[in-house]
């Protein structure tokens, strides 16, 4: 089986910061690209920061560009997001996927159940 769970997520006012954790058991996350979503209520998903395989290609959003960093622990099996200078606008429900190609959102890659992420003004 693969589990993957996500982690960090809280309430925090605007400009302060936030780190995700998502960590995978059942494979080597070496071999897989990883990506961050988010969806925001009456919102659709959308991608924040993903790679494609072994990290061969790197995507962040736009309105993250500066302020979110993604990185990866193989050795812990973890992937990481860290959010700096947060807004209002990055209030979501925030899910990591595992898959050959992260990027692509696909439902045949791996999902975490997400870890809710809340911005106060």
């Known amino acids: 089986q693969v589990q993957v769970v996500e982690s960090g997520g809280g309430l925090v006012q605007a400009g302060g910061s936030l780190r995700l954790s998502c960590t995978v058991n059942g494979l080597t996350i070496d071999d897989y690209g990883m990506a961050w979503f988010r969806q925001a209520p009456g919102k659709e998903r959308e991608v924040v920061s993903c790679?494609?395989?072994?990290?061969?290609?790197?995507y962040y959003a736009d309105s993250v560009k500066g302020r979110f960093t993604m990185s990866r622990d193989n050795a812990k099996s973890t992937l990481y997001l860290q959010m700096n200078s947060l807004k209002p606008e990055d209030t979501a429900m925030y899910y990591c996927?595992?898959?050959?190609?992260?990027?692509?959102?696909?439902?045949?890659?791996?999902w975490g159940q997400g870890t809710q992420v809340t911005v106060t003004s």
């Open positions: 996927a595992v898959g050959y190609d992260g990027c692509s959102g696909s439902p045949s890659n791996h």
């Open positions: 790679t494609t395989w072994r990290g061969l290609t790197t």
